[in-house]
Protein backbone atom coordinates (compact mmCIF):
# COMPACT_ATOMS: atom_id res chain seq x y z
CA UNK A 1 0.00 0.00 0.00
CA UNK A 2 3.06 2.87 1.26
CA UNK A 3 4.85 2.03 -2.61
CA UNK A 4 1.28 2.40 -4.24
CA UNK A 5 0.98 5.61 -2.51
CA UNK A 6 4.77 6.71 -3.19
CA UNK A 7 4.32 5.93 -6.76
CA UNK A 8 0.52 8.15 -7.23
CA UNK A 9 2.64 10.87 -5.62
CA UNK A 10 5.46 10.78 -7.54
CA UNK A 11 2.94 10.51 -10.29
CA UNK A 12 1.66 13.48 -9.49
CA UNK A 13 4.40 15.32 -9.01
CA UNK A 14 5.61 14.92 -12.58
CA UNK A 15 2.57 16.05 -14.14
CA UNK A 16 2.93 19.51 -11.99
CA UNK A 17 6.34 19.89 -12.82
CA UNK A 18 5.82 19.28 -17.07
CA UNK A 19 2.77 22.11 -16.42
CA UNK A 20 5.29 24.56 -15.19
CA UNK A 21 7.72 23.70 -18.10
CA UNK A 22 4.43 24.39 -20.17
CA UNK A 23 4.07 27.44 -18.76
CA UNK A 24 7.46 28.58 -19.03
CA UNK A 25 8.11 27.58 -22.41
CA UNK A 26 4.76 29.35 -23.32
CA UNK A 27 5.49 32.67 -21.29
CA UNK A 28 9.16 32.83 -23.03
CA UNK A 29 7.46 32.23 -26.60
CA UNK A 30 4.88 35.09 -26.33
CA UNK A 31 7.98 37.61 -24.73
CA UNK A 32 10.14 36.87 -27.84
CA UNK A 33 7.49 37.30 -29.73
CA UNK A 34 6.72 41.18 -28.83
CA UNK A 35 10.50 41.66 -28.75
CA UNK A 36 10.53 40.30 -32.35
CA UNK A 37 7.77 42.54 -33.40
CA UNK A 38 8.89 45.75 -31.56
CA UNK A 39 12.59 45.36 -33.25
CA UNK A 40 10.50 45.14 -37.22
CA UNK A 41 8.11 48.31 -35.60
CA UNK A 42 10.50 50.50 -34.36
CA UNK A 43 11.82 51.89 -37.82
CA UNK A 44 7.77 52.66 -38.99
CA UNK A 45 7.15 53.61 -35.57
CA UNK A 46 9.71 56.12 -35.30
CA UNK A 47 9.35 57.54 -38.18
CA UNK A 48 5.89 57.77 -37.87
CA UNK A 49 6.61 60.21 -34.77
CA UNK A 50 9.13 61.93 -36.23
CA UNK A 51 6.86 62.98 -39.51
CA UNK A 52 3.94 64.14 -37.09
CA UNK A 53 4.61 65.32 -33.77
CA UNK A 54 8.88 66.85 -34.33
CA UNK A 55 8.68 70.54 -34.00
CA UNK A 56 11.92 72.53 -35.19
CA UNK A 57 15.22 70.79 -35.94
CA UNK A 58 17.89 70.69 -33.30
CA UNK A 59 21.10 70.04 -32.98
CA UNK A 60 21.69 67.82 -29.60
CA UNK A 61 24.65 67.89 -28.14
CA UNK A 62 26.05 64.07 -26.66
CA UNK A 63 29.37 65.22 -27.97
CA UNK A 64 31.81 65.08 -25.40
CA UNK A 65 30.93 61.62 -24.29
CA UNK A 66 30.34 60.71 -27.63
CA UNK A 67 33.60 61.94 -29.10
CA UNK A 68 35.75 60.97 -26.05
CA UNK A 69 34.53 57.49 -26.04
CA UNK A 70 34.96 57.04 -29.80
CA UNK A 71 38.18 58.68 -29.82
CA UNK A 72 39.78 55.96 -27.52
CA UNK A 73 38.74 52.88 -29.88
CA UNK A 74 41.02 52.08 -32.51
CA UNK A 75 38.31 51.43 -34.88
CA UNK A 76 36.09 54.26 -33.78
CA UNK A 77 33.23 55.10 -36.06
CA UNK A 78 34.52 58.63 -36.54
CA UNK A 79 37.69 57.45 -38.27
CA UNK A 80 35.42 54.90 -40.02
CA UNK A 81 33.50 57.82 -41.27
CA UNK A 82 37.37 59.36 -42.42
CA UNK A 83 37.45 56.58 -45.05
CA UNK A 84 34.75 58.02 -47.18
CA UNK A 85 37.23 60.80 -48.18
CA UNK A 86 37.07 60.12 -51.89
CA UNK A 87 33.15 60.38 -52.05
CA UNK A 88 33.38 63.66 -50.05
CA UNK A 89 32.00 66.77 -52.12
CA UNK A 90 35.33 69.39 -52.44
CA UNK A 91 34.28 71.74 -54.87
CA UNK A 92 33.92 74.14 -52.46
CA UNK A 93 36.83 73.76 -49.93
CA UNK A 94 39.44 76.50 -51.40
CA UNK A 95 36.58 78.79 -52.09
CA UNK A 96 37.79 81.13 -49.56
CA UNK A 97 41.13 80.60 -50.85
CA UNK A 98 40.42 81.44 -54.09
CA UNK A 99 38.97 84.92 -52.67
CA UNK A 100 42.53 85.58 -51.44
CA UNK A 101 43.66 84.13 -55.19
CA UNK A 102 41.90 87.11 -56.73
CA UNK A 103 41.36 90.28 -54.10
CA UNK A 104 42.22 93.36 -55.77
CA UNK A 105 44.48 94.16 -52.38
CA UNK A 106 46.39 91.35 -53.09
CA UNK A 107 46.84 91.74 -56.97
CA UNK A 108 47.62 95.25 -56.81
CA UNK A 109 50.36 95.05 -53.30
CA UNK A 110 53.71 95.76 -54.38
CA UNK A 111 56.62 93.53 -53.30
CA UNK A 112 58.55 95.23 -50.62
CA UNK A 113 62.31 95.03 -50.87
CA UNK A 114 64.27 92.69 -48.01
CA UNK A 115 65.81 95.84 -46.72
CA UNK A 116 62.53 97.71 -46.65
CA UNK A 117 61.27 94.70 -44.63
CA UNK A 118 63.73 93.95 -42.48
CA UNK A 119 63.37 98.05 -41.59
CA UNK A 120 59.70 97.39 -40.92
CA UNK A 121 60.10 94.68 -38.71
CA UNK A 122 63.04 96.86 -36.63
CA UNK A 123 60.81 100.19 -36.37
CA UNK A 124 57.65 97.77 -34.77
CA UNK A 125 60.68 95.91 -33.05
CA UNK A 126 59.49 92.65 -34.25
CA UNK A 127 62.34 90.37 -33.78
CA UNK A 128 62.22 86.13 -33.19
CA UNK A 129 64.21 86.39 -29.82
CA UNK A 130 61.26 88.61 -28.65
CA UNK A 131 58.87 86.72 -29.99
CA UNK A 132 60.34 83.41 -27.53
CA UNK A 133 59.97 85.74 -24.60
CA UNK A 134 56.98 87.07 -24.79
CA UNK A 135 55.11 84.11 -26.89
CA UNK A 136 53.10 86.99 -28.87
CA UNK A 137 53.39 88.02 -32.40
CA UNK A 138 51.74 91.01 -33.85
CA UNK A 139 49.72 89.91 -37.47
CA UNK A 140 49.85 93.59 -38.08
CA UNK A 141 53.45 92.77 -39.71
CA UNK A 142 51.84 90.47 -42.40
CA UNK A 143 53.71 90.84 -45.65
CA UNK A 144 52.25 89.86 -49.20
CA UNK A 145 54.84 88.48 -50.47
CA UNK A 146 58.60 87.52 -50.27
CA UNK A 147 61.26 89.72 -51.33
CA UNK A 148 63.42 88.99 -54.47
CA UNK A 149 66.17 89.69 -52.57
CA UNK A 150 66.00 87.31 -50.05
CA UNK A 151 67.88 84.51 -52.19
CA UNK A 152 70.97 86.91 -52.60
CA UNK A 153 71.31 86.88 -48.44
CA UNK A 154 74.28 85.36 -48.52
CA UNK A 155 73.87 84.80 -44.20
CA UNK A 156 72.42 81.65 -44.24
CA UNK A 157 71.28 82.28 -40.87
CA UNK A 158 70.14 86.27 -41.47
CA UNK A 159 67.96 84.28 -44.73
CA UNK A 160 66.05 81.91 -42.60
CA UNK A 161 65.42 84.45 -40.02
CA UNK A 162 63.93 86.97 -42.20
CA UNK A 163 61.46 83.94 -43.47
CA UNK A 164 60.72 82.94 -40.44
CA UNK A 165 59.64 86.51 -39.68
CA UNK A 166 57.52 87.13 -43.03
CA UNK A 167 55.78 83.48 -42.36
CA UNK A 168 55.28 83.34 -38.72
CA UNK A 169 52.29 86.25 -38.36
CA UNK A 170 50.53 84.63 -41.61
CA UNK A 171 50.78 80.74 -39.94
CA UNK A 172 49.62 82.18 -36.73
CA UNK A 173 46.34 83.98 -37.69
CA UNK A 174 45.61 81.57 -40.17
CA UNK A 175 45.79 78.71 -36.98
CA UNK A 176 43.22 81.62 -34.73
CA UNK A 177 40.88 81.87 -36.95
CA UNK A 178 40.68 78.31 -37.06
CA UNK A 179 40.96 78.24 -33.15
CA UNK A 180 38.20 80.49 -32.71
CA UNK A 181 35.97 78.26 -35.46
CA UNK A 182 36.46 75.13 -33.26
CA UNK A 183 35.49 77.30 -30.13
CA UNK A 184 32.01 78.01 -32.21
CA UNK A 185 31.81 74.70 -32.99
CA UNK A 186 32.18 73.51 -29.66
CA UNK A 187 29.34 76.42 -28.74
CA UNK A 188 27.06 75.35 -30.69
CA UNK A 189 27.40 71.78 -30.04
CA UNK A 190 26.61 72.67 -26.18
CA UNK A 191 23.11 73.94 -26.92
CA UNK A 192 19.97 71.90 -27.27
CA UNK A 193 18.67 74.45 -29.78
CA UNK A 194 20.75 76.44 -32.48
CA UNK A 195 19.47 79.62 -34.35
CA UNK A 196 19.15 80.19 -37.75
CA UNK A 197 22.49 81.62 -38.14
CA UNK A 198 24.46 78.62 -36.12
CA UNK A 199 22.97 76.66 -38.70
CA UNK A 200 23.77 77.99 -41.74
CA UNK A 201 27.28 78.52 -40.29
CA UNK A 202 27.73 74.80 -39.73
CA UNK A 203 26.23 74.09 -43.12
CA UNK A 204 29.18 76.31 -44.45
CA UNK A 205 32.10 74.62 -42.36
CA UNK A 206 30.68 71.21 -43.66
CA UNK A 207 31.32 72.37 -47.30
CA UNK A 208 34.75 74.42 -46.76
CA UNK A 209 36.01 71.20 -45.34
CA UNK A 210 34.55 68.78 -47.75
CA UNK A 211 32.16 66.96 -45.45
CA UNK A 212 28.87 65.66 -47.55
CA UNK A 213 26.51 65.62 -44.87
CA UNK A 214 26.00 66.85 -41.47
CA UNK A 215 28.81 64.20 -39.90
CA UNK A 216 29.44 66.42 -37.00
CA UNK A 217 32.40 64.08 -35.46
CA UNK A 218 34.26 64.26 -38.62
CA UNK A 219 34.18 68.16 -38.67
CA UNK A 220 35.98 67.98 -35.18
CA UNK A 221 38.56 66.12 -36.22
CA UNK A 222 39.20 68.17 -39.27
CA UNK A 223 38.60 71.75 -37.73
CA UNK A 224 41.87 71.92 -36.46
CA UNK A 225 44.90 73.49 -36.21
CA UNK A 226 48.35 72.78 -37.76
CA UNK A 227 51.12 73.27 -35.38
CA UNK A 228 53.03 76.15 -36.39
CA UNK A 229 56.45 74.35 -36.13
CA UNK A 230 55.45 72.02 -38.86
CA UNK A 231 53.98 74.19 -41.25
CA UNK A 232 57.19 77.12 -40.92
CA UNK A 233 59.37 73.68 -41.45
CA UNK A 234 57.27 72.56 -44.96
CA UNK A 235 57.37 76.14 -46.06
CA UNK A 236 61.20 76.20 -45.36
CA UNK A 237 61.64 73.14 -47.66
CA UNK A 238 59.08 73.15 -49.81
CA UNK A 239 60.72 76.84 -50.78
CA UNK A 240 64.41 76.66 -50.15
CA UNK A 241 64.38 79.41 -47.18
CA UNK A 242 62.06 81.82 -49.50
CA UNK A 243 64.04 81.22 -52.78
CA UNK A 244 62.08 79.17 -55.02
CA UNK A 245 60.27 80.08 -58.31
CA UNK A 246 57.14 79.18 -56.90
CA UNK A 247 57.57 81.18 -53.98
CA UNK A 248 58.73 84.38 -56.07
CA UNK A 249 56.69 84.05 -58.81
CA UNK A 250 53.35 82.38 -57.11
CA UNK A 251 53.53 83.37 -53.32
CA UNK A 252 53.41 78.86 -53.15
CA UNK A 253 55.08 78.38 -49.84
CA UNK A 254 53.97 74.29 -50.01
CA UNK A 255 54.32 73.07 -52.92
CA UNK A 256 51.03 71.94 -53.40
CA UNK A 257 49.60 70.74 -57.06
CA UNK A 258 46.59 71.16 -59.13
CA UNK A 259 45.46 70.29 -62.34
CA UNK A 260 42.26 72.25 -62.81
CA UNK A 261 43.65 76.00 -61.74
CA UNK A 262 45.89 78.30 -62.07
CA UNK A 263 49.88 77.37 -61.61
CA UNK A 264 53.29 77.47 -62.61
CA UNK A 265 54.47 74.05 -64.83
CA UNK A 266 57.56 72.70 -62.62
CA UNK A 267 60.51 72.76 -65.02
CA UNK A 268 61.81 69.30 -66.20
CA UNK A 269 58.51 67.69 -65.59
CA UNK A 270 57.14 65.66 -68.68
CA UNK A 271 56.10 67.42 -71.65
CA UNK A 272 52.21 65.13 -71.19
CA UNK A 273 52.53 66.12 -67.49
CA UNK A 274 49.49 68.13 -66.32
CA UNK A 275 49.58 69.05 -63.00
CA UNK A 276 51.09 72.57 -61.85
CA UNK A 277 52.40 74.29 -58.51
CA UNK A 278 49.27 76.54 -57.33
CA UNK A 279 50.08 79.95 -57.90
CA UNK A 280 48.17 82.56 -55.58
CA UNK A 281 48.14 85.98 -55.00
CA UNK A 282 49.31 86.44 -51.63
CA UNK A 283 51.36 84.37 -49.12
CA UNK A 284 47.78 84.14 -46.98
CA UNK A 285 46.76 82.29 -49.55
CA UNK A 286 48.89 80.16 -49.90
CA UNK A 287 49.20 78.99 -45.75
CA UNK A 288 45.08 78.79 -45.90
CA UNK A 289 45.18 76.23 -48.98
CA UNK A 290 47.45 74.26 -47.05
CA UNK A 291 45.88 73.85 -43.76
CA UNK A 292 42.87 73.28 -46.03
CA UNK A 293 44.66 70.63 -48.20
CA UNK A 294 45.72 68.83 -44.53
CA UNK A 295 42.76 69.59 -43.24
CA UNK A 296 40.75 67.46 -46.41
CA UNK A 297 42.39 65.25 -48.53
CA UNK A 298 42.12 61.87 -48.36
CA UNK A 299 46.28 61.02 -47.54
CA UNK A 300 46.16 63.16 -44.50
CA UNK A 301 43.49 60.72 -42.87
CA UNK A 302 46.20 59.50 -40.10
CA UNK A 303 47.28 62.79 -39.89
CA UNK A 304 44.18 64.10 -38.25
CA UNK A 305 43.34 60.88 -36.41
CA UNK A 306 46.64 61.37 -35.03
CA UNK A 307 45.77 64.95 -34.15
CA UNK A 308 42.47 64.34 -32.45
CA UNK A 309 43.88 61.68 -30.46
CA UNK A 310 46.53 64.41 -29.04
CA UNK A 311 43.71 67.13 -28.12
CA UNK A 312 41.87 63.89 -26.85
CA UNK A 313 44.46 63.22 -24.08
CA UNK A 314 44.66 67.11 -23.75
CA UNK A 315 48.36 66.90 -25.25
CA UNK A 316 49.70 70.05 -26.86
CA UNK A 317 49.64 69.12 -30.46
CA UNK A 318 53.15 67.64 -30.83
CA UNK A 319 54.72 68.54 -34.44
CA UNK A 320 57.43 65.89 -34.05
CA UNK A 321 54.87 63.38 -33.73
CA UNK A 322 52.14 64.62 -36.27
CA UNK A 323 55.18 64.34 -38.76
CA UNK A 324 55.80 60.70 -39.12
CA UNK A 325 52.00 60.90 -40.72
CA UNK A 326 52.89 62.75 -43.52
CA UNK A 327 55.06 60.34 -45.92
CA UNK A 328 52.68 61.25 -48.44
CA UNK A 329 52.98 64.73 -48.97
CA UNK A 330 56.21 64.22 -51.23
CA UNK A 331 57.44 61.58 -53.16
CA UNK A 332 60.45 61.53 -51.13
CA UNK A 333 58.20 59.52 -47.49
CA UNK A 334 60.12 59.01 -44.95
CA UNK A 335 63.02 60.98 -46.14
CA UNK A 336 60.58 64.08 -46.78
CA UNK A 337 59.81 63.18 -43.05
CA UNK A 338 63.71 62.95 -41.84
CA UNK A 339 64.07 66.41 -43.33
CA UNK A 340 61.73 68.28 -41.54
CA UNK A 341 62.20 66.80 -38.58
CA UNK A 342 66.16 68.26 -39.13
CA UNK A 343 64.61 71.76 -40.11
CA UNK A 344 62.30 71.50 -37.10
CA UNK A 345 65.03 70.68 -34.55
CA UNK A 346 68.01 73.16 -35.99
CA UNK A 347 65.89 75.94 -35.71
CA UNK A 348 64.16 75.52 -32.60
CA UNK A 349 60.99 75.87 -34.03
CA UNK A 350 58.43 74.16 -31.39
CA UNK A 351 59.43 77.60 -29.67
CA UNK A 352 56.97 78.99 -31.93
CA UNK A 353 54.07 76.42 -31.19
CA UNK A 354 52.36 78.60 -28.44
CA UNK A 355 53.14 81.98 -29.85
CA UNK A 356 49.56 83.59 -29.94
CA UNK A 357 48.85 86.82 -32.23
CA UNK A 358 48.50 90.29 -30.19
CA UNK A 359 44.96 91.22 -30.01
CA UNK A 360 44.18 94.16 -31.99
CA UNK A 361 40.68 94.87 -29.78
CA UNK A 362 39.11 93.51 -26.67
CA UNK A 363 36.61 91.82 -28.38
CA UNK A 364 39.24 89.32 -29.76
CA UNK A 365 41.23 89.61 -26.73
CA UNK A 366 38.22 88.18 -25.20
CA UNK A 367 37.34 85.37 -27.70
CA UNK A 368 41.43 84.10 -27.26
Known sequence: MKKNLSFNKKNKNFKVFKIEQYKIFFKTSIISLIVIFSFFTLPTTLNFLKKNFSGKKIIVNNSNKTFNDTINKGTSKIFKEEERDLTVVLENVFSDVDFFRLKDEGENSSRLSAS???????????NLKKVRETKVVNIGNSIDHLPKEIKNI?????????????????????NMKIRLDRKKLFTILNRSNNSEKEKQWLEEKFKQYGLKNTDLS?????????????????????????????????????????WSGEGIKPAGVDSNAKHKVMRFKVLKASV??????????????????????QRDNDQKLNSMELVNFLDKYAETGEEYIKIIKKIIRQNSLTDFDDVEILPTSNKLKSLI
Open 116 to 126: TIEQLFQDTKY
Open 218 to 258: SLKIRMDEIPVSLAIAQAAKETGWGTSRFAQQGNALFGQWT
Open 288 to 309: RAYQRNLNTHSSYKSFRKERAI
Open 154 to 174: SNVKKRKQLFIQIVLPLITEE
